[in-house]
């Protein structure tokens, strides 16, 4: 052994040994670190769809309502996509020859369904249900973040546990009046001195009956 190491070998080895033991720990610190990343939770992320269909174009610049396209919002768990037929209320009038229509043509020809790619979802074994949300003042954007700005579908939030568990334990400054939950920026205007005591009152009665923390709420 003694003609094999140099004299500095041995503090080599401790600096090697050392190294290994904290291997572990850097790995555990990367795994956190990209579990808060877009990578792991989806955040940011686009779906390739068959037809470009633009938010931008129909909800921001022509000014369609929301529960006009999603009518499960505000009545059940699912807010639901359109069918074929509520395009085809505008696109049997305009743009019938525009090529990127074309799968909305075929599908009202045949009755075969759109098929949309999602872009947001939760794990099966999550309970998340949309009209308690929208109908208690819960806005879309608060979800969605600001969709009438986006061409492309886009996850714009991380829903994480984590997330949802955010909003639960306070969630007085996110709510605003029910007239306000499908505008882009529901925040931005004062609440009316009526309004904010009556979401003030609402909010205390539910974190008396302290369900919105329980696990019970969203694992069931
Ligand atoms: C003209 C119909 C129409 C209108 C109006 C509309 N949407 Fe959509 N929405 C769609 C279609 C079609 C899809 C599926 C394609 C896609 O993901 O872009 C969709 C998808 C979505 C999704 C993503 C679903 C998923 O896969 O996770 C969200 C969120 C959404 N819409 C929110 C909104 C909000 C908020 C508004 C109002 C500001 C709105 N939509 C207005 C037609 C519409
Ligand atoms: C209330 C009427 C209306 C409804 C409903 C509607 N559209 Fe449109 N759509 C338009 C108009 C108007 C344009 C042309 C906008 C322009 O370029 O001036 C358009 C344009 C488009 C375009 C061309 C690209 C673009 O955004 O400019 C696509 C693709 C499209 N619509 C898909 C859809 C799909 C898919 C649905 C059903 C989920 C749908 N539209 C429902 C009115 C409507
Ligand atoms: C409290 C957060 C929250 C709010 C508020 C919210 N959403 Fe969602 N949305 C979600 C989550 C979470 C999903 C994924 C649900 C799943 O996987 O079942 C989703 C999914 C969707 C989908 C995909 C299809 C479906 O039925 O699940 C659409 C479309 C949608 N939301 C539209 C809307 C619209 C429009 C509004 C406002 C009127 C809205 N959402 C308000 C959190 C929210
Ligand atoms: C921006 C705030 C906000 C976010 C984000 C949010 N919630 Fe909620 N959630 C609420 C509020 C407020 C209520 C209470 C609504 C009411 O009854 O007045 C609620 C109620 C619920 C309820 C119904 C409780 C019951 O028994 O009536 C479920 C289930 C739920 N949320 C699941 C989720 C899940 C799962 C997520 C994440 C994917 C989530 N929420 C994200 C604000 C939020
Ligand atoms: C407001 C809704 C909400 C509440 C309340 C909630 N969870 Fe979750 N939980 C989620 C969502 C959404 C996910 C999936 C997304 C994720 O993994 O972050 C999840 C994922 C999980 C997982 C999967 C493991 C993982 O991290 O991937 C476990 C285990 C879990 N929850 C346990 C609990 C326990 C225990 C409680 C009560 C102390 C609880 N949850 C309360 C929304 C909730």
Not at 14 to 26: C, D, M, Q, S, T
Not at 35 to 41: A, E, H, I, P
Request: net charge positive.
């Amino acid at each position: 052994m003694a003609q094999l190491f140099r004299p500095g070998a041995n503090s080599l080895l401790r600096v090697a040994l050392f190294a290994l033991l904290l291997a572990p720990l850097g790995l555990v610190a990367l795994m956190i670190g990209l579990q808060r990343t877009g990578y792991v939770t989806g955040q940011g992320r686009f779906a390739e769809q068959t037809v470009p269909f633009s938010h931008k174009h129909h909800a921001g610049e022509l000014g369609i309502d929301c529960r006009f396209c999603h009518v499960g919002v505000e009545t059940g768990a699912k807010a639901t996509v359109p069918t074929t037929q509520v395009c085809m209320t505008c696109h049997s009038q305009m743009w019938t020859n525009a090529q990127m229509l074309a799968p909305v043509r075929q599908s009202y020809a045949s009755g075969q369904p759109l098929r949309w790619s999602r872009v947001n979802r939760v794990p099966g074994y999550v309970y998340f249900d949309h009209h308690v949300h929208v109908r208690n003042g819960v806005p879309c954007a608060a979800c969605h973040g600001d969709m009438r700005q986006m061409p492309l579908t886009r996850q714009a939030t991380p829903m994480t546990m984590q997330w949802c568990l955010d909003c639960h334990r306070d969630p007085e400054k996110r709510l605003v009046p029910a007239d306000r939950v499908t505008l882009s920026k529901p925040y931005e205007q004062s609440i009316p001195e009526d309004e904010a005591r009556r979401i003030h009152a609402h909010v205390v009665g539910l974190q008396h009956a302290r369900r919105l923390t329980d696990c019970s709420t969203c694992h069931r």
